[in-house]
């Protein structure tokens, strides 16, 4: 009798841990969801969902890893993550063993984050929202880059949401830092605007220099202003700020533009400007100082030159930019 009781609780318990398992992740949902989607020449692929199916069952699938994962988005592994986090870390990268080794270990990493990341994606309609951004994208923009894109897990923070290259750009699911859901829905065509402005800025002899940064990063924010047709709020077009955030940055706006002018031309990347999260000129303002600035330079050029203006920038050098904004003059009568 003692024997069948045993045998009926071990059951019982191997039932219960089986179900927790399962119900971990929906793998109906996730079986769902397409492997890559593309509209003309930009794919994005969704690495993930064979990075989370390679555990569904009791044997780790490495076939799938070397097939779905690493080998679809071959040159991201090899020439980005291979070679920026050093020669040990890209030999987590670089080659198929590598790669099925950390995935096979991923999930004792950081389970529930991973879970909560995967619940965030298949909460989401996935497919239709990639696909109506790049869409609409390709509608807005005059010139349609070549890119790829790679949804994932990886073994550590890295990139965030960033890349080496126009067909070298991942989204860390994983990264601590980021909120998946926005920037799934409005990172996404802030960084496209970054691979079309790239082309551009490159050509200009000031391509260094912090107010190009600044304008770059100003510009991307602004189209994602426009590319959710203003319904959203400029502050949230700008890293996600609350409103207390941007009032903090407008009410000390002339003190920003007089302490930070003098560094705009420099070139060094180590400065005041480009980074007051370490030098802290402004040790109170949040988010990140430049971003705001560039958004306002951007703001009062459209303002001036009408709504469609911001597609001039494409092709305006960033002095051209600033010098045609009448930001200067405007801060000057604050």
């Given at each position: 009798?003692?024997?069948?009781?045993?045998?009926?609780?071990?059951?019982?318990?191997?039932?219960?841990?089986?179900?927790?398992?399962?119900?971990?992740?929906?793998?109906?949902?996730i079986?769902?969801?397409?492997?890559?989607?593309?509209?003309?020449?930009?794919?994005v692929?969704?690495?993930?969902k064979s990075?989370?199916?390679?555990?569904?069952?009791?044997?780790?699938?490495?076939?799938?890893?070397v097939?779905n994962?690493?080998?679809?988005?071959r040159?991201?592994?090899?020439?980005?993550?291979?070679?920026?986090?050093?020669e040990?870390?890209?030999?987590?990268?670089?080659?198929?063993?590598?790669?099925?080794?950390?995935?096979?270990?991923?999930?004792?990493?950081?389970?529930?984050?991973?879970?909560?990341?995967?619940?965030?994606?298949?909460?989401?309609n996935?497919?239709?929202?990639?696909?109506?951004n790049?869409k609409?994208?390709?509608?807005?923009?005059?010139?349609?880059?070549?890119?790829?894109?790679?949804?994932?897990?990886?073994?550590?923070?890295?990139?965030?949401?960033?890349?080496?290259?126009?067909?070298?750009?991942?989204?860390?699911l994983?990264?601590?830092?980021?909120?998946?859901?926005?920037?799934?829905?409005?990172?996404?065509?802030?960084?496209?605007?970054?691979?079309?402005?790239?082309?551009?800025?490159?050509?200009h002899?000031?391509k260094?220099?912090?107010?190009?940064?600044t304008?770059?990063?100003?510009?991307?924010?602004?189209?994602t202003?426009?590319?959710?047709?203003?319904?959203?709020?400029?502050?949230?077009?700008?890293?996600?700020?609350?409103?207390?955030n941007?009032?903090?940055?407008?009410?000390?706006?002339?003190?920003?533009?007089?302490?930070?002018?003098?560094?705009?031309?420099?070139?060094?990347?180590?400065?005041?400007?480009?980074?007051?999260?370490?030098?802290?000129?402004?040790?109170?303002?949040?988010?990140?100082?430049y971003y705001?600035?560039?958004?306002?330079?951007?703001?009062?050029?459209?303002?001036?030159?009408?709504?469609?203006?911001?597609?001039?920038?494409?092709?305006?050098?960033?002095?051209?930019?600033?010098?045609?904004?009448?930001y200067?003059?405007?801060?000057?009568?604050l």
């Amino acid at each position: 009798m003692k024997t069948v009781l045993l045998s009926v609780s071990l059951l019982t318990l191997f039932s219960c841990s089986t179900k927790n398992v399962k119900n971990d992740f929906d793998y109906t949902k996730i079986e769902k969801i397409p492997d890559s989607i593309s509209i003309e020449k930009i794919t994005v692929h969704n690495l993930f969902k064979s990075q989370i199916l390679a555990h569904k069952d009791q044997n780790f699938d490495s076939v799938m890893v070397v097939q779905n994962v690493y080998l679809p988005h071959r040159k991201l592994w090899d020439s980005c993550y291979g070679m920026i986090f050093g020669e040990e870390n890209g030999k987590k990268f670089n080659n198929k063993s590598g790669m099925i080794a950390w995935n096979k270990t991923l999930m004792n990493q950081d389970k529930p984050l991973i879970i909560e990341r995967t619940h965030t994606i298949t909460s989401l309609n996935l497919s239709r929202m990639i696909t109506n951004n790049l869409k609409k994208f390709n509608t807005m923009v005059p010139y349609h880059p070549a890119a790829e894109v790679s949804i994932v897990f990886t073994p550590f923070d890295g990139i965030g949401f960033g890349g080496c290259t126009a067909d070298q750009f991942a989204l860390e699911l994983n990264h601590k830092s980021l909120d998946i859901s926005y920037t799934l829905e409005k990172g996404l065509p802030h960084e496209l605007n970054h691979l079309v402005y790239e082309k551009f800025r490159n050509s200009h002899s000031d391509k260094d220099s912090a107010l190009s940064q600044t304008i770059d990063e100003g510009f991307a924010c602004y189209f994602t202003y426009v590319f959710f047709d203003e319904k959203i709020q400029p502050y949230e077009a700008v890293e996600n700020m609350t409103k207390a955030n941007w009032d903090w940055y407008t009410a000390h706006e002339k003190e920003i533009y007089t302490k930070t002018k003098a560094y705009l031309a420099d070139t060094s990347g180590d400065n005041p400007l480009l980074r007051n999260d370490r030098i802290k000129l402004f040790p109170d303002a949040p988010k990140t100082l430049y971003y705001w600035l560039g958004f306002r330079i951007v703001s009062k050029y459209v303002e001036k030159f009408g709504k469609e203006s911001w597609k001039d920038l494409y092709k305006l050098s960033p002095q051209e930019v600033l010098d045609k904004s009448g930001y200067h003059d405007y801060i000057s009568q604050l």
